[in-house]
């Protein structure tokens, strides 16, 4: 899927940016005139009272929550922890507890009253994600010339309604909340493309040639390879890395279905271990999921889902026979050409760890992307040195990352209010425990992007415990049973139920591009879903029985 491909005549392209963008800016001001700002009384946004049910201050206990908290102590948050308040462990018996006027005047000084967030503001942010799942079934055409128009004019809409209808000052650091929110959202973006465009731009230059001919235990064993090191690269570097080769190795024997396994395996469920390894749990790990947490706790389903696929994926290898391509005898090996973009991708990942070492060390780099801007600098560096031979034969080129750049600025604009909406609603949504969170989550992750459906989710669950979804928040959330297990069902969830359709996760359209381009007829949007409900969906159902239940 090149951006080469498709037509150069008509208004697309920069200055069509532009004009989509200053576009909905003026939609947003008119709508700020239209539907002003509403405050609530408490400063205190995105932290509704504590609901019962989950052992928080303020509510009843359920014996769940008992057992969780043996000794008295339950869960408990002080304000806004990005700003400096502090979340922990309290004793049940509040009166136990003098208050602490001089902290909470201290606090209140700090933090202006926040708006309330209207429903209506969600539209945006769901008009772009069925923009993204339909506009490519209803003109591919005009899609792939235009969908940067999509995400510019959606996420203009609501920037200019934050900065304009949200502008009272004083909420945070003497900025208003929609300038602070905004602010926090662009830095959040920033580290999300840094990460997932240098691990792309670094796997183009690093070729890995496959010798031999594609048999069951061969193919299986670079399928079984692939979910491995989609948690090192992410499952983007791991599937442009890995597709072509596999492809090559099967020439004469390839079928859509090893592709459609592939896209199951590699592409999505494979990168489950670590928040390199999917979109979603990187965003998991920018809101201060510790980077080990995934590892430790959700390798069992990784090994349990991964290995029930590669056991299907080798029958249905097996059925495919030997195909009617020539064996030339040549014996099984692999070559991997590239040394700079290795070293990249190490310094790239390297590079997820430097901003918690700095700020460990110094505030003078709060604020400051120093992990991400190091990100891009290997990134740039590695392209530009990389061997041209590696990137021909790769067949890179930038579109699938200018499309995924390009969209998640919208998604991450559109997106502000949801979180927001979700802050203050998510306790009445009724998601009371991991098996809905595990469903709910798969759920529109299968239909959108499985990135903000993970973080939207993340925040109905700290919004039902009482909570801002932040760094200290997290920290305390997942001290906690009940924390722990609904951040697990989310986390699997999301990764897994991304690999339900072509548009779940980034990499799924383009190994389809890429298989289509090598000549192969991939199934349709619905005949790739069918494939996935009778393969994939009962593999999700025993995951669920087993660990989720």
């Excluded at 494939?531 to 009962?538: H, S």
């Amino acid at each position: 899927m090149s951006g080469d491909s498709h037509s150069t005549q008509g208004f697309h392209g920069p200055k069509a940016w532009v004009v989509s963008l200053a576009a909905g800016l003026v939609l947003g001001w008119i709508l700020s005139l239209v539907a002003p700002a509403r405050y609530s009384e408490s400063p205190e946004h995105g932290a509704p009272p504590p609901t019962a049910g989950h052992g928080l201050v303020g509510g009843d206990s359920s014996p769940r929550d008992d057992a969780a908290h043996p000794d008295g102590f339950e869960l408990a948050a002080a304000g806004d922890p990005e700003d400096g308040s502090t979340v922990g462990f309290i004793p049940a018996d509040e009166s136990s507890v003098p208050a602490n006027d001089d902290v909470e005047a201290a606090h209140h000084e700090q933090h202006g009253a926040a708006p309330t967030i209207p429903l209506w503001l969600v539209v945006p942010f769901a008009a772009l994600l069925l923009s993204i799942a339909l506009m490519p079934f209803i003109s591919a055409r005009i899609w792939h010339q235009h969908f940067p128009d999509f995400a510019f004019f959606l996420g203009g809409v609501t920037l200019g309604y934050y900065l304009i209808a949200f502008s009272q000052p004083g909420y945070a650091h003497g900025m208003p909340y929609g300038a602070y929110m905004m602010k926090h959202t662009g830095l959040e973006y920033y580290q999300f493309i840094a990460l997932i465009g240098s691990l792309f731009v670094a796997s183009g230059g690093i070729l890995i040639d496959v010798r031999g001919r594609g048999r069951p235990i061969v193919n299986t064993g670079i399928l079984a390879f692939g979910a491995v090191v989609a948690n090192i690269i992410g499952t983007t570097g791991a599937s442009v890395l890995l597709v072509r080769p596999f492809m090559r190795v099967n020439k004469g024997r390839l079928r859509p279905m090893h592709v459609v396994m592939f896209i199951f395996i590699v592409s999505n469920c494979g990168g489950c271990l670590t928040p390199i390894g999917d979109p979603p749990l990187y965003l998991g790990f920018l809101k201060g999921v510790p980077f080990m947490w995934t590892l430790t706790h959700l390798w069992p389903a990784w090994l349990l889902c991964v290995g029930l696929l590669l056991a299907v994926f080798f029958v249905i290898d097996l059925r495919t026979g030997p195909g009617d391509a020539p064996d030339d005898g040549q014996a099984f090996g692999v070559s991997i050409k590239g040394f700079t973009g290795l070293l990249a991708l190490a310094l790239i990942i390297v590079g997820v760890f430097v901003d918690p070492f700095l700020k460990a060390r110094t505030s003078a780099v709060e604020g400051i992307p120093v992990g991400a801007t190091l990100q891009i600098a290997v990134a740039i560096g590695a392209y530009l040195i990389a061997d041209r031979h590696n990137h021909e034969a790769n067949e890179f080129n930038f579109f699938p990352v200018k499309e995924v750049g390009l969209l998640f600025i919208g998604i991450f604009a559109t997106m502000a209010p949801a979180l927001g909406y979700l802050s203050e609603h998510g306790a009445q949504l009724g998601l009371d425990s991991p098996a809905k969170f595990y469903f709910a989550t798969g759920s529109l992750s299968a239909m959108l992007d499985n990135a903000p459906t993970y973080l939207n989710f993340l925040q109905v669950a700290f919004a039902a415990n009482g909570l801002t979804l932040n760094a200290d928040n997290v920290h305390a959330f997942l001290a906690t049973p009940f924390g722990m297990h609904e951040l697990e069902a989310i986390s699997l969830g999301a990764v897994f139920f991304g690999a339900m359709t072509y548009i779940g996760n980034g990499p799924n359209f383009m190994v389809r591009a890429i298989a289509e381009t090598g000549g192969l007829d991939m199934p349709s949007f619905f005949g790739y879903v069918l494939r996935a409900v009778v393969v994939l969906l009962p593999i999700l159902a025993i995951v669920w029985l087993v660990f989720i239940l």
